[in-house]
């Protein structure tokens, strides 16, 4: 009997586009979907596979487009339902995926379905959101906190009720426990599956359901708190205390029983579409299911941390988490995305900061899993130092500003400082295409929504890069090509070698069903490295290597990496 093959997403590479900042075909400053099909042919060459599109619905933008209005429709400023169309039609002609951002947790409160649920208590959509009385007269129904500070319940003076949001006041949560609610989210799914987008990557997933019993929690701090000392502390003993506090915060809202039924009933809806794809905004594995009936993948958000980018750390993430993923279950590797520091910022010390970079996305793309990719990652974009509170379009920043001065006791000029230092919009900054006034993203006359980086001189851009063969985004297209066609890198098996080292990193990639077999090797150290992967054979084929001095018949008794080499030997019996 014939093995089925692989879905489809266990060998793509996915990369991720924040529509605001990729590509203006009008002028107007913001990016857009026409722009977005421009560019595909640059996507193609470059490699990927699927694009993971950030909302593109119409929002008030309160909080980047994740301030949904209106689920079955396209944002005016982005385009028009048959822009995406086209973009869809396109992107599949190129054989690229599409999926898309949905946000389920909550929506704007300027969607219609809000505004309908706060008119009275009495109208049939009140349900559709989760309204308490207070349990005293200008008391809310509970100690529940919003993630971004001060209470989770904001009262309704129309109503005299409150509501709920786990996130800002103008994100009020759905209530997942009305089956109207899900029937009406589940149509909205329906909707994009039948325009041919091949799956989503779902928002907030572990905040869906609250615990029904609304109980105090009992917690005396609250998350920002929490994250300041996180971001402040280095002691390892405090954060791991910090991080255990983090998790009592929102006991009863988050991780609840129920998201795990409702996230089984969402994978029916897509699976009925065939070979669609559900990824989660969670690095826990349990929302897998039993690996068949909840998320295809969720991510591994702590791989390349600045602290976890070393030997050692990485062999224990793939210990831990590749024995932990339940049968059937597919991992999922990433370096960034739209809510953190873009990598080549991380692993910034002004020393070396292009190799790292560099060895950071190959271990991205050659470990176990499916890589995303952040759009601008390929040529080392990196975070846009913003000092001004009037640029930074972040609600998050702007919130954290004011929090800063009245509840931490800063200065202004500190205030300032931690705001744009923590805002999302330094990695959210437009698409440098070229060197020339506003980065190739906009006309030079027209005013980005956001500025673009200071780093164009430098030969960040795509154009200076695609003219040179030593680029980094030369390096992506190779090794990307390299990728699509080792069967190895995309399905094969992972075995750590010389798990003693500190200084390199050595795996095995095993493909039973082609029988192929090639070792990784990447040496996160300015110094040559001997490397003993103490493998029975003694020699294998170059497939890929940053250096230039290997002969293509490598001897493995007597290998030496270069200074953050990365290499991949093919080990394959046939090429003994």
Not at 48 to 77: K, M, N, R
Request: charged fraction near 20%; hydrophobic fraction near 35%; include cysteine.
């Amino acid at each position: 009997m014939l093995k089925n093959p692989a879905p489809w997403w266990e060998s793509a590479v996915f990369y991720q586009v924040y529509p605001r900042s990729f590509a203006d075909s009008n002028g107007d400053g913001i990016g857009d979907l026409p722009g977005i099909t421009a560019r595909l042919d640059y996507l193609a060459d470059l490699g990927i596979d699927a694009i993971w599109l950030s909302p593109h619905y119409p929002s008030p933008q309160f909080d980047c487009g994740y301030d949904i209005s209106d689920y079955t429709a396209v944002a005016p400023e982005y385009g028009t339902l048959a822009d995406f169309q086209r973009l869809v039609d396109e992107a599949h002609r190129r054989r690229i995926r599409i999926i898309l951002d949905l946000v389920l947790n909550h929506t704007s409160d300027q969607h219609r379905w809000f505004q309908e649920s706060r008119s009275s208590r009495a109208h049939p959509r009140r349900d559709w959101y989760i309204w308490r009385d207070g349990r005293a007269p200008g008391q809310p129904p509970n100690d529940w906190r919003s993630i971004f500070g001060g209470s989770a319940w904001t009262l309704d003076p129309a109503t005299g009720q409150y509501y709920y949001h786990f996130f800002f006041d103008r994100q009020p949560d759905l209530n997942w426990r009305n089956p109207e609610v899900k029937a009406a989210m589940f149509d909205a799914v329906r909707f994009w599956l039948d325009r041919g987008v091949d799956g989503f990557r779902l928002d907030a997933i572990p905040h869906l359901v609250e615990a029904g019993h609304f109980r105090d929690q009992g917690v005396e701090f609250s998350w920002p708190e929490v994250d300041y000392s996180l971001r402040t502390s280095r002691d390892p003993r405090e954060r791991a205390r910090l991080y255990r506090m983090s998790g009592r915060i929102f006991r009863y809202q988050s991780h609840q029983p129920e998201t795990h039924a409702l996230l089984r009933e969402l994978r029916q809806v897509v699976d009925a579409y065939g070979d669609r794809v559900l990824i989660g905004e969670t690095t826990n594995i349990r929302y897998h299911g039993n690996g068949q009936n909840e998320l295809h993948m969720v991510f591994n958000f702590p791989l390349t941390r600045s602290s976890q980018m070393s030997p050692p750390a990485v062999r224990a993430n793939q210990r831990v988490r590749l024995a932990a993923l339940p049968p059937g279950a597919w991992p999922c590797n990433t370096s960034g995305n739209h809510d953190t520091s873009r990598i080549g910022s991380v692993l910034s010390d002004g020393q070396h900061d292009r190799e790292k970079t560099r060895l950071a996305a190959a271990l991205i793309l050659t470990l176990r899993g499916t890589p995303v990719l952040y759009y601008g990652e390929e040529i080392g974009m990196t975070d846009r130092a913003l000092d001004d509170i009037g640029q930074l379009r972040d609600m998050v920043a702007v919130w954290m500003h004011a929090y800063a001065q009245t509840e931490l006791g800063m200065s202004p000029a500190e205030a300032l400082a931690y705001a744009t230092n923590a805002t999302r919009d330094r990695c959210r900054t437009p698409m440098q295409w070229e060197p020339s006034p506003n980065g190739g993203f906009c006309p030079p006359q027209s005013m980005p929504w956001l500025p673009v980086g200071t780093n164009l001189a430098a030969g960040i851009t795509v154009a200076d890069q695609s003219a040179d063969c030593d680029s980094l985004l030369n390096f992506y297209r190779r090794i990307l090509a390299l990728r699509r066609n080792t069967p190895a890198l995309q399905a094969g098996d992972y075995r750590p070698l010389a798990t003693a080292s500190r200084a390199y990193l050595a795996f095995l990639r095993t493909d039973p069903a082609s029988a192929q077999s090639v070792l990784v090797a990447l040496n996160f150290t300015p110094k040559s490295r001997r490397i003993e992967p103490g493998l029975p054979r003694t020699t294998g084929r170059l497939l890929f290597s940053t250096e230039r001095a290997h002969p293509q018949d490598i001897r493995l008794s007597n290998l030496v990496l270069g200074p953050f080499e990365v290499m991949i030997v093919d080990l394959t019996p046939a090429n003994e």
